[in-house]
Nanobody
Framework: QVQLVESGGGLVQAGGSLRLSCVAP????????MGWYRRVPGKQRELVAS???????KYADSVKGRFTISRDNAKNTMYLQMNSLKPEETAVYYC??????????WGQGTQVTVSS
């Protein structure tokens, strides 16, 4: 069973920063598309950012310039650096992995709470 282990969530004041991490199994990490999604209470889960196996990134318009997604293939870990956080970005953030065979896995989610 593939497990994605997220960490780094927590409580932060508006304007503050957090860094999320997601560790995935090495055997599939390096060749997989990785992404961060979030679910705001009462809304559908949305893509925040993604990064391909070769480092090409994509961001939701709402986070461009404030969030940075990265990956360290040597540590089979993906990161999301979140700066200038806003209260409306309070959500559960999920790590996602999509293999080259089209199989998708999800982490358990980590809560991010931004206080005003």
């Amino acid at each position: 069973q593939v497990q994605l282990v997220e960490s780094g969530g927590g409580l932060v004041q508006a304007g503050g920063s957090l860094r999320l991490s997601c560790v995935a199994p090495r055997i599939i990490f390096n060749t997989s598309l990785m992404g961060w999604y979030r679910r705001v209470p009462g809304k559908q889960r949305e893509l925040v950012a993604s990064i391909t196996s070769v480092g090409t990134t994509k961001y939701a318009d709402s986070v461009k310039g404030r969030f940075t997604i990265s990956r360290d293939n040597a540590k089979n870990t993906m990161y999301l650096q979140m700066n200038s956080l806003k209260p409306e970005e309070t959500a559960v953030y999920y790590c996602n992995l999509a293999t080259s065979f089209g199989v998708t896995y999800w982490g358990q989610g980590t809560q991010v709470t931004v206080s005003s």
